[in-house]
């Protein structure tokens, strides 16, 4: 990953390099501040990757952007930072040039080593993976999203649920409630095992509120809320099952 310095400094080149006033310091963006690069307050995100402030970036979530700025030492050229394009245009770009940059790494893998990327590079690979995902979720992408999760899940580290909450979620949004309960169901189990039955029936809770908020609104999945709820309520009873 690029570091938080040399990201700085990118962002700052970019700035100049866009008309922007030179005497006037350059700003970037973290996770819960806005700070000048070498700053003092800077230095409490250190390891945090910097998101440009501009108006092509100010528009997108910082995690959103992160994801992005990970995988390329530089930004790319083909980004006009005074762009204040609709982000679904935003979305698509950086979609396809995260996509093409996958290709490129699978292109040099296969030629280096004969093996695919994920073999050679899991890390580097997952990365990716996450971020496309990231944006085919943003623009609704739903058949495209669904085969990426499934092979970020098919190609999972032993031990990391984070993927499965991220898929949980993602079902969520579809309103498939009952396979995104199944879903979280395997890291509750899994976090008995590890004694860590507080945070799986918080993970319970959630998954409550969830079901009683299905009708908010006039949702259209209203009429599922019963049978959610008694399938919820089964999970728990399974739950408590197994701490028994």
Not at 70 to 82: G, R
Not at 102 to 112: G, M
Not at 222 to 243: F, I, S, T
Request: charged content about 30%.
């Amino acid at each position: 990953m690029t570091s938080s310095n040399d990201n700085s400094s990118r962002t700052q080149d970019q700035n100049n390099e866009n008309g922007d006033i030179a005497h006037t310091p350059p700003k970037v963006r973290y996770s819960t501040a806005t700070v000048t690069p070498g700053s003092q307050a800077a230095e409490q995100f250190k390891w945090e990757m910097p998101v440009p402030v501009n108006s092509f970036w100010d528009s997108i979530s910082y995690c959103l952007a992160r994801s992005f700025l990970s995988i390329f030492p530089e930004i790319p050229p083909v980004i006009d930072s005074n762009s204040n394009a609709p982000n679904e245009e935003k979305f698509s770009l950086l979609l396809g040039l995260l996509r093409a940059r996958l290709s490129e790494l699978k292109r040099d893998s296969q030629a280096s080593s004969g093996k695919g990327l994920a073999d050679t590079s899991h890390a580097k690979w997952e990365e990716l993976q996450r971020a496309i995902f990231g944006f085919q979720a943003e623009l609704q992408l739903l058949e495209e999203g669904e085969q990426t999760m499934k092979l970020l899940l098919r190609h999972r580290k032993n031990g990391d649920f984070s993927l499965l909450h991220i898929y949980a979620d993602w079902l969520i949004k579809r309103g498939d409630y009952r396979q995104a309960e199944e879903v979280e169901m395997q890291v509750v189990k899994a976090w008995d095992k590890w004694d860590r039955m507080e945070e799986a029936r918080g993970l319970m809770k959630e998954i409550e509120e969830i079901v009683e908020g299905m009708d908010a609104d006039g949702s259209r999945f209203g009429m599922y809320k019963m049978e959610e709820r008694r399938l919820n309520q089964d999970m728990v009873r399974e739950l408590e099952g197994v701490v028994a």
